[in-house]
C-alpha cells in the first residue's frame, strides 16, 4: 500500500484520443472507451474530449457523439467536451446535442467551449463555418448557446429539445490572458491550458478571478487547469514513455506529412539532435512529467502558483497499459488514491 499527501484538489483527464503509426482512429477510440471505467475507479472526476478536425493524429472530431458512449460505460464520471470549438457549430444544433446528452446522463454531463477553429482554413470551410462567426463573435454565440437553455420562451421563438430543460454544466477553455478575462466577464467557470501556455498560467487565472461576474448559475470563480502529464516509475522511465508523444510534436514542425504519433521503439531509435533535446526539455519542463515524487513536487508547485481548483491530465502515451499506469500513479502522487488495487491494474 502506497500513501501520500493529498493535494486537495480533484483530478480529471482530457483525452485527445492519439493514433500511433502502428494502430489506427478505430481502435484508438475503443481504447478511450475501455480507459474510461477504469479512471472512473481510481477517483478521476471528469473526462473530457477535445475537437479537432482534417487531423489524422487525433481522433477527436465527433466530441458530442463519443460522450455519449463514455457516458454509457460509466456510472459517476463526469464526462464532456475539452472542448467543442463553438465558431464550427450553430449553437442551436449544439444545444440540442448537449441537451439530450444532459437529459439521458443527468448532472454529469459538462459542455466546455473554446473559440479556436480547430481546423485548417479548408477544412473549416468544410464545416460550413460561417465567416462572420469567429472568435471576436464567440461572447455573442455563447449567450445564444445559453439562451437555449433557459426554460421557457428563449427569446427567438426557437426551443432546443430538450435543452431546456437539461443544462449541461458550462465551461469556457482557453490559453490565453483574453480568454480568462471574457470567461470572468461572461460568469463561466474556466479551464486553462498549460499544456499550450504554461507561462500565462497564472497571469491568466488571476485576470479571470479579478473579472469575474457572478452569473446566474456560478456564483464565484472556479478554475481548472489542464497539463501534459507522464508518470512512470522513476523520471527517465516517464521521460521514456512520454518521448513518443514529444517527438511527434518535433515532427509536427519538420515532417511534411505528420499523421500518426511515433511508436515507443521509433522515439527510442530516433536520433536527436542536440535542438531536438533542447525542445524537448523546454516542453516538458513545465509539464507534470516524472516520476511520482517528482510528479507530486511539481504539481504541488503548480497548484501554489495558479490557485487552480482542479488539474486535468493530458497523457498522450503509447500502449494503453502504460497510459493508465500513469493515471494510477498520478492519482497516488495527489492523494486522490491512496491505494492501488488488482483491479485498476489489469492490463487494458
Do not use: C
Request: proline share 8%; no cysteine; glycine share 8%.
Amino acid at each position: 500500500m502506497t500513501h501520500s499527501h493529498s493535494t486537495g484538489v480533484p483530478l480529471s483527464v482530457l483525452d485527445v484520443v492519439p493514433v500511433f503509426e502502428d494502430g489506427s482512429a478505430t481502435g484508438a477510440l475503443r481504447d478511450t472507451v475501455a480507459l474510461a471505467p477504469r479512471i472512473e475507479a481510481l477517483g478521476y472526476h471528469r473526462y473530457w474530449v477535445a475537437e479537432h478536425h482534417n487531423t489524422p493524429s487525433l481522433a477527436t472530431s465527433a466530441p458530442g457523439i463519443l460522450i455519449g458512449q463514455l457516458a454509457a460505460v460509466t456510472d459517476t464520471l463526469r464526462v464532456g467536451s475539452g472542448g467543442v470549438l463553438l465558431p464550427n457549430h450553430a449553437p442551436l444544433v449544439v444545444a440540442e446535442q448537449f441537451g439530450t446528452l444532459e437529459a439521458l446522463h443527468p448532472g454529469r454531463i459538462d459542455l466546455g467551449l473554446g473559440r479556436a477553429p480547430g481546423a485548417d482554413s479548408l477544412t473549416a470551410r468544410a464545416l460550413r463555418r460561417s465567416p462572420d462567426r469567429g472568435p471576436d463573435d464567440f461572447p455573442r454565440q455563447i449567450a445564444e448557446l445559453d439562451g437555449y437553455f433557459a426554460p421557457g420562451d428563449p427569446g427567438s421563438g426557437i426551443t432546443a429539445v430538450p435543452a431546456a430543460d437539461a443544462r449541461p454544466e458550462l465551461w469556457m477553455l482557453g490559453s490565453s490572458p483574453a480568454s480568462a478575462e471574457a470567461a470572468g466577464a461572461l460568469g463561466l467557470p474556466y479551464a486553462f491550458a498549460h499544456q499550450i501556455n504554461p507561462d500565462a498560467s497564472a497571469y491568466a487565472l488571476e485576470l479571470y478571478r479579478t473579472a469575474f461576474r457572478p452569473s446566474a448559475h456560478l456564483t464565484r470563480p472556479r478554475t481548472l487547469i489542464s497539463v501534459l502529464t507522464t508518470v512512470a516509475e522513476s523520471d527517465q522511465a516517464a521521460f521514456d514513455v512520454a518521448a513518443p508523444y514529444l517527438l511527434g510534436k518535433i515532427l509536427m514542425r519538420t515532417a511534411r506529412h505528420f499523421t500518426s504519433f511515433p511508436t515507443a521503439a521509433t522515439a527510442r531509435a530516433h536520433p536527436y539532435s542536440a535542438a531536438e533535446r533542447r525542445f524537448l526539455d523546454e516542453l516538458a519542463g513545465p509539464q507534470l512529467i516524472g516520476g511520482p515524487q517528482t510528479v507530486r513536487e511539481k504539481l504541488t508547485a503548480l497548484l501554489a502558483r495558479t490557485g487552480a481548483d482542479e488539474v486535468m491530465a493530458l497523457t498522450v502515451v503509447h500502449g494503453q497499459e502504460d497510459r493508465l499506469r500513469s493515471f494510477e500513479l498520478l492519482a497516488e502522487a495527489s492523494g486522490v488514491r491512496s491505494d492501488t488495487t488488482t483491479e485498476a491494474s489489469v492490463p487494458l
